[in-house]
Antibody, heavy 118, light 109 residues
């Protein structure tokens, strides 16, 4: 069974940093592109970042470029999102998901909530 | 990376059919046959309903169908049921990202 489990969310002050992790199991992690998507409270889904199978290709939404870094450790079957210079607009549930051209069925994490507030 | 355009809300009665549109550009919806649709019930993780414009994952009802014409994709739900009431998001692959629509709230009257 495919499982993606996010962790690392929480309350952080404006200007602070957090690192999200997404532990993958039940599939060959190194064979799949991975993505981060976020959803602010009461708002829609927004794509954040993606990474290719070996971590050599990464892209970002304009809103996070230069502040967020996506990475992966295929030996540990784990996806990461390093988030710096956080602002209130980054408050959201962050989901990791598997896929390149779509976010594959049954291959989403349950989400981790990031709250940026003083 | 502008969001795709969806109607904010649609509604229909049980048994009826509804269609949700999703308008993008030639750089996203019109440029690739990689449009997907997601259903999200309150407090739940989004669920993939349609991928690659008109394909259904295993287990998704054949009441859900997708299509595309030019820069506009559409999701049609036939034989509306109460459990279809949810938010629906379209999504398109691009060469540098995925881009979502703003979401459509479906109300089953």
């Amino acid at each position: 069974e495919v499982q993606l489990v996010e962790s690392g969310g929480g309350l952080v002050q404006p200007g602070g940093s957090l690192r999200l992790s997404c532990a993958a199991s039940g599939f060959t992690f190194s064979s799949h592109w991975m993505q981060w998507v976020r959803q602010a409270p009461g708002k829609g889904l927004v794509w954040v970042s993606r990474i290719d199978k070996d971590g050599s290709v990464t892209t970002y939404a304009d809103s996070v470029k230069g502040r967020f870094t996506i990475s992966r450790d295929n030996a540990k079957n784990t996806l990461y999102l390093q988030m710096n210079s956080l602002g209130a607009e980054d408050t959201a549930v962050y989901y990791c998901a598997r896929g390149k051209t779509r976010l594959e069925a049954g291959c989403w994490g349950q989400g981790t909530l990031v709250t940026v507030s003083s | 990376q502008s969001a795709l355009t969806q109607p904010a809300s649609v509604s229909g009665s049980p048994g009826q059919s509804i269609t949700i549109s999703c308008t993008g550009t030639s750089s996203d919806v019109g440029g690739y046959n990689y449009v997907s649709w997601y259903q999200q019930h309150p407090g739940k993780v989004p669920k993939l309903m349609i991928y690659d414009v008109n394909n259904r994952p295993s287990g998704v009802s054949n009441r859900f169908s997708g299509s595309k014409s030019g820069n506009t994709a559409s999701l049609t739900i036939s034989g509306l049921q109460a459990e279809d009431e949810a938010d629906y998001y379209c999504c398109s692959y691009t060469s540098s990202s995925l881009v979502f629509g703003g979401g459509t709230k479906l109300t089953v009257l």
